[in-house]
């Protein structure tokens, strides 16, 4: 199974300040297709997951362009430029390229 | 607008079984695969098991395989989870999403507790 490995768990961040969390992934998630299936998702506490970017740097509608997803391969960072009080959450990391699907194990973003 | 609403949770014993269902609207449903999700108390997201749009490929994590069938009824819009020999390991809140992740229920608690 595809094992993704998040950094930082945990990660204190000002208003304001940039952060980025890492997802690597213990094997290629490109998709004999061309694309790459890797997600990320915020959980606000309390709340369902929703989605932020899809296929590695893809915006979801409606959500705000300080997220931003770059990788390739193994390698995938998701960005957040200027964090905002609402950022606050678990961010997860999900691939769908290989059977059986997996999570990684978040990264919690706290004020710090 | 997209709503998933999950029911069919709730509190069962160690070994019974249970069948969650999932009823999607504001989008076609029989056009995407659907993915079963559950998140155990205070813990992080667990992917469980995953359906192709017509059912064709079905894929299932190795700790719910052989115990949890997933199927579909594209006429009623609606996602299933059959969950037997449940353990308590399974006690979790269960979401159901579409393939890409991007909408999400609110989740139906399963308990599993003697």
């Known amino acids: 199974d595809v094992v993704l490995t998040q950094t930082p768990p945990t990660l204190s961040a000002t208003i304001g300040q940039s952060v980025s969390i890492s997802c690597r992934s213990s094997?290629?998630?490109?998709?004999?297709?061309?694309?790459?299936?890797l997600h990320w998702l915020l959980q606000r506490p309390g709340q369902s997951p929703q989605l932020l970017i899809y296929l590695v740097s893809r915006l979801e509608s409606g959500v705000p362009n300080r997220f931003s997803g770059s990788g390739s391969g193994t390698d995938f960072t998701l960005k957040i430029s200027g964090v905002e009080a609402e950022d606050l959450g678990v961010y997860y990391c999900?691939?769908?390229?290989?059977?059986?699907?997996?999570f990684g194990a978040g990264t919690k973003l706290e004020l710090k | 607008e997209v709503q998933l609403v999950e029911s069919g949770g709730g509190l069962v014993q160690p070994g019974r079984s249970l069948k969650l269902s999932c009823v999607a609207s504001g989008f076609t449903f029989s056009n995407y695969g659907m993915n079963w999700i559950r998140q155990a108390p205070g813990k992080g997201l667990e992917w469980v098991a995953y359906?192709?749009?017509?059912?064709?490929?079905?894929y299932y994590a190795e700790t719910v395989k052989g115990r949890f069938t997933i199927s579909r009824d594209n006429a009623k819009n609606t996602l299933y989870l059959q969950m037997t020999s449940l353990r308590s390991e399974d006690t979790a809140l269960y979401y159901c999403?579409?393939?890409?992740?991007?909408?999400w229920g609110q989740g139906v608690m399963v308990t599993v507790s003697s």
């Open positions: 999900v691939q769908g390229t290989h059977a059986p699907y997996t």
């Open positions: 359906i192709s749009s017509g059912s064709s490929y079905i």
């Open positions: 094997q290629s998630l490109l998709h004999s297709n061309g694309n790459t299936y």
């Open positions: 999403a579409p393939n890409r992740f991007d909408y």
